[in-house]
């Protein structure tokens, strides 16, 4: 599978389509077995108010997981991706009610690069806080 954007076809400042993610405790629980990180800051709120958060909060791999999202349904390949970073500048803070949390996410390409690449600039809020920093990924595409 390759990448079905073409880099003649991207500019500086293309956008790429803006994502919602929402988030449950369910969810939370569903990412702690996959991923074996069973930290009780992620699933119990007394907990996690123990030690100075304000709620139960995502997991931030799984934040930086959902962010990816964006950039690997707009190339259409996972592959695509050849770098990504991100620093973690705010928790998802997930309440225990039926709306959980959300994690909104638009990314726009920032940089043309060599070999037909280009690097990504993703912007995740959360609660109307930016919960990732620095948020790039490099993708080739086709």
Known sequence: M???????DVEVG????????????????????????????HWNEK??????LPDVIAH???????AIRVVTDWAGDPAAV???????????VVPNDDEGALIEVSGKVAVLLDDNRVRVD????SAGQKVLGMSRAVVRLG
Request: net charge positive.
């Open 60 to 66: 931030g791999m799984f934040t930086m997981a959902e």
């Open 2 to 8: 390759a990448a079905k954007i073409a880099y003649a």
């Open 47 to 52: 907990f996690a108010v123990g030690v100075g």
């Open 122 to 125: 993703l912007v995740a809020m």
């Open 14 to 41: 293309t956008e790429l389509p803006a994502q919602s993610f929402p988030v449950s405790r369910a969810t939370l629980v569903r990412y702690a077995g996959a991923s074996g990180d069973f930290n009780p800051i």
């Open 82 to 92: 050849v770098e990504y970073g991100v620093r973690f500048t705010k928790p998802v």
